[in-house]
């Protein structure tokens, strides 16, 4: 059975198998928003058709697209939650295909984004796919303010305090703090999200100053997440501050902040392998919708 770049029709199907995927994932996650245009769909893919692979011909069995982001000596593929369908040997055919051209584009790993607990997580962990980060969604419904007296929550833009925070990020991930030109790197990189006007820095004070940090901005705009959906960044809480409610503290501030101004839902990504993490979500109402996993090529 051949792998091969689709034509029109054979678009259409993809495009038609996808829509009826995510659809039923909608029907039994209701966090998850359903595709109802097949159309654009088709479009987008017809458009990108260099970066999407079919196996077999007429109606195709099974699809992979990729999209190849990054600098050029360490870049990486990137397939999303409608980037891929079929079968753990479906997948293998269309890699053996996929991969050399993702390697000739100077990818270095490839990613994929899955609905949780769909063939597909298990398809790709077959394949030799590591997970790597969980996305959590939770519906901002009949949430109000909370209050403490020895903690104030506020917008405010502090370059320096993130930059700080994102030292505490690192090394919760075992990661080795950002030095020199990095960290300067770092540091534009965080007055430029800062700078936009969409974003909002919040933080969490006291008396004994900074203890925690959430970054905010508008979801991108993706298949099956739902309209007006705030994403959450960047979220830590200084060591000194752990294990006192401050983070719950200031996340709940936050999504009550975030219904008033007229969202609909939250989003937040956060390592597999951090299992605080994953009950600091869940005990905020966030629950799994999509798994990443990676690979190297």
Known sequence: MTVHHPDDAEVDVVAGRVVAELDAYARANPLMSAVSDRAELAGALRAQRAQLWVLGQGVPR???????????????AY???????????DLAQ????????????????????VPDDSPGLSAWR????????????????????????DV?????????????????????HGVEVARGRARRGRRRELARLLDEPDTAQYLASSPEGTLAQCICFPSAPTRGTP???????????AAEARR????????????????????SHAEVVWRTANARAGAFWAACGFEV?????RRNL
Do not use: C, K, M
């Open 62 to 76: 099974a699809h992979l697209y990729g999209a190849v982001l990054g600098a050029s000596s360490a870049a990486t």
């Open 79 to 89: 397939t999303g939650p409608d980037g891929s369908s079929g079968t753990t040997e």
């Open 94 to 113: 269309l890699l053996e295909v996929a991969a050399p051209s993702w390697r000739a584009s100077g990818a270095r790993s490839h990613h994929v984004w």
């Open 126 to 149: 077959q394949l030799g796919y590591e997970e790597f980060e969980a996305r959590g969604l939770r519906a901002l419904d009949g949430l109000t303010a909370p209050r403490r007296r």
């Open 152 to 172: 104030v929550v506020h917008v405010e833009v502090n370059v320096e305090v993130a930059l700080d925070f994102e030292d505490v990020i690192d090394a919760t």
């Open 227 to 237: 309209a007006r959906t705030l994403h959450l960044s960047a979220v830590a809480v």
């Open 244 to 263: 006192r409610g401050v983070g719950r503290h200031l996340i709940e501030s936050v999504l009550a902040g975030a219904l008033a101004q007229g969202y």
């Open 289 to 293: 919708t999509t798994v990443r996993l």
